[in-house]
């Protein structure tokens, strides 16, 4: 009974990851897509479960949430141009490729960065200025791109979770109803299989290749 229920809006992302992958939407388009579905299903199907009054509570807080992060990427665009004007990419990349040429030794040392990146600055402030600083040095010794991509994000979500600026323990304190330094405490063991697997991660770059590459060569 609660499966049948709960099948309209199981099929959410469905729609989102079949419209794009099919090449049916663009981003912005299975965006609008799976938004309009959204409130389908609210509106229409699970009547009681937004009000009206809701609706537009839900419609402030997005366009709250939106400013806030076209905010952060309109600095960090500004930032990124000051970067690219002042040749800071290519002063990196030459200090990357002096230390080390060994594409390992190189991830590792950005995997450092990162880290301590991720725990001073939001997510998507960190890929628009870090990508373009690191990118350059990595591809150059023989880094896949895709495999960069992917040590990155791993990097940046576990700076999600570290402090001052972890925005996922602020989100888990707010839902569970708990002070954040407890939430911390909680968190410290999990660091250790989230730190393992970024290792392995950088050190087998197969284990990001190999899917996309079965799929798409």
């Known amino acids: 009974m609660v499966a049948r229920k709960a099948m309209p809006a199981m099929l959410t992302p469905v729609i989102l990851i079949a419209g794009l992958l099919s090449g049916w939407f663009s981003p912005t388009e299975v965006a609008a897509v799976t938004v309009a579905y959204s409130l389908f299903l609210s509106l229409v199907v699970y009547r009681k479960e937004l009000s009206w009054r809701g609706f537009y509570r839900v419609c402030w807080d997005t366009i709250h949430s939106s400013a806030t992060i076209l905010f952060v990427v309109a600095c960090a665009s500004i930032f990124a141009w000051i970067l690219t004007v002042e040749q800071i990419p290519r002063a990196m990349s030459s200090f990357l490729l002096g ?3 060994n ?6 040392l950005v995997n450092v960065l990162l880290l301590f990146v991720g725990m001073i600055m939001d ?3 960190a890929i628009l200025v870090m990508t373009p600083i690191i990118t350059p040095a990595l591809v150059t010794a023989g880094v896949d791109p895709l495999h960069l991509g992917i040590v990155v994000v791993l990097n940046l979500m576990i700076g999600m979770l570290t402090p001052p600026v972890g925005m996922s323990l602020y989100m888990v304190s707010v839902v569970a ?3 954040v330094h407890r939430v911390m405490r909680k968190m410290i063991p999990y660091f250790i299989p989230l730190l393992l697997s970024l290792l392995i991660v950088t050190i087998f770059p197969e284990i990001s290749t190999a899917l996309p590459n079965l799929v798409f060569d």
Do not use: G, M
Request: no cysteine; aromatic share 0%; glycine share 0%.
């Open 123 to 125: 997510t998507i402030a």
């Open 103 to 108: 594409p390992i030794i190189l991830l590792l």
């Open 99 to 101: 230390v080390s040429e």
């Open 177 to 179: 109803d708990q002070p």
